[in-house]
């Protein structure tokens, strides 16, 4: 996963090319994700650069309760 600050998932979130649109999900009161997926996505390319500098990590999340 990509792990963004609030005000980096700020620079990012919103509409990019042919409809396509990014929506950092919100882990923690100041950290975000993006799948790394989107590094790859060419309609996403107007962010590459800015998110390929951002540090990459993996991201566990618990199981549900009573599952």
């Given at each position: ?15 990019t ?41 993996e ?9």
């Amino acid at each position: 996963m990509i792990i963004l600050t609030s005000a980096q998932a700020d620079v990012v979130r919103g509409p990019t090319a042919n409809n396509a649109y990014l929506e950092p999900r919100r882990i923690s009161d100041d950290v975000y994700i993006l799948p790394e997926e989107v590094l790859a996505d060419p309609d996403h390319a107007v962010h590459h650069a800015f998110l390929a500098s951002l540090p990459i990590g993996e991201v566990v999340f618990p199981e549900p309760e009573g599952v």
